[in-house]
């Protein structure tokens, strides 16, 4: 298959593939399984996700990325060979070019990381774009216009806040929090106030069906099961939205206050045009109910969330494929 160029959102929770006039093909966990005996990769994606919290002690199953950076360069770079290797085959006569989505806030060296991985695992060549930058492409904001546009990006590792004018990043705050973040604060929550100790997925499940940023006046209930730490045998408790919501606050403090970081670095005529035009949420953690009210009520600037806003990134990762050349001279980092 001659696949020239792909797009790749290596994120803390999801991976993203996007080959241009085939939109988004691949939308799989960012977990690999891995066997300690052989040392051999097992499993990656949607596979590998099914054996978190299930494994024996011969395979490991992981997320090599942490907070939107390589934690484990060795599997990051298997997970990212076999995602290539998904969408152009084993066997290509063409090496293609990879644009990947970085958070703001990296470390050169992280960066480097990025790129490396990427080259190694089949790329000819690598470039890395600001996840802000590409989630604003993405929402379809005018990042090229003398105006202020702000966008609140919330994905699986990272929260990224930045206000973009005339193309580039003006102000940016990347806080170590997001959905994995908000999955952890509700696991902790109830072991301490029920005994139970619930996994990952669970805690996702109860983010998904209950959870609010806000104290909701009509109160909705789940049932949570796990395993009871003083007897060590299963149980099940009710919980509610507003125990979710409470859980939840220092982590949704944590966001709020690095987009008061970000108005407060930015210049005053750009702050003033984020006031008129409102900030946009994108990424998975935006879907979180009444997340955007949360914000508007606390910083007191209309925010609202954009349309398919868990796949802005990807999209603008698309839209920066299609018209490569142009994006190599103004966004683009290769090294």
Same mark, same amino acid.
């Given at each position: 298959m001659f696949i020239r160029k792909i797009g790749i959102d290596l994120g803390t929770a999801n991976t993203l593939v996007f080959v241009p006039g085939k939109g988004i093909i691949i939308n799989e966990p960012s977990v690999v399984a891995v066997s300690m005996v052989e040392n051999r990769v097992l499993a990656v994606g949607n596979a590998a996700k099914e054996m978190l919290g299930r494994t024996p002690d011969t395979i490991m199953a992981s997320r090599p990325m942490r907070d939107g950076v390589i934690a484990d360069y060795r599997v990051t770079e298997a997970m990212l060979k076999y995602f290539i290797n998904k969408v152009s085959g084993k066997f290509r006569f063409i090496r293609p070019e990879i644009v990947l989505s970085i958070p703001a806030g990296v470390t050169s060296t992280e960066r480097r990381a990025v790129i490396d991985a990427a080259v190694k695992a089949g790329a000819k060549t690598a470039y890395v774009v600001k996840e802000p930058v590409l989630a604003a492409i993405g929402a379809g904001i005018p990042i090229h216009s003398a105006a202020g546009n702000m966008i609140i990006d919330i994905g699986g590792g990272t929260s990224e806040v930045a206000i973009i004018s005339l193309g580039g990043v003006?102000?940016?705050?990347? /806080?170590?929090?997001?959905?994995? @973040?908000?999955?952890? !604060? =509700? /696991?902790?929550?109830?072991?301490? @106030?029920?005994?139970? !100790? =619930?996994?990952?997925?669970?805690?996702?499940?109860?983010?998904?069906? =209950?959870?609010?940023?806000?104290?909701?006046?009509?109160?909705?209930?789940?049932?949570?099961?796990?395993?009871?730490?003083?007897?060590?045998?299963?149980?099940?408790v009710k919980i509610s939205s507003n125990e979710v919501t409470e859980a939840m606050q220092d982590e949704l403090r944590e966001i709020i206050n690095a987009i008061k970081k970000v108005l407060q670095e930015a210049p005053p005529e750009l702050a003033a045009d984020v006031m008129d035009k409102g900030m946009v949420l994108s990424g998975g953690g935006s879907l979180l109910k009444n997340i955007d009210q949360l914000i508007t009520k606390t910083i007191e600037v209309p925010c609202y969330v954009a349309d398919d806003a868990m796949f802005c990134v990807i999209k603008g990762i698309g839209i920066a494929l299609e018209n490569l050349e142009l994006y190599k001279r103004t966004l683009l980092l290769s090294k």
């Open positions: 003006v102000a940016t705050h990347s /806080a170590r929090v997001g959905g994995n @973040k908000l999955d952890q !604060a =509700i /696991a902790d929550y109830i072991k301490r @106030k029920y005994g139970l !100790a =619930i996994g990952e997925r669970t805690a996702e499940e109860v983010k998904i069906q =209950i959870g609010s940023a806000m104290q909701q006046v009509k109160d909705e209930y789940m049932e949570v099961r796990g395993r009871d730490l003083a007897g060590g045998l299963p149980k099940i």
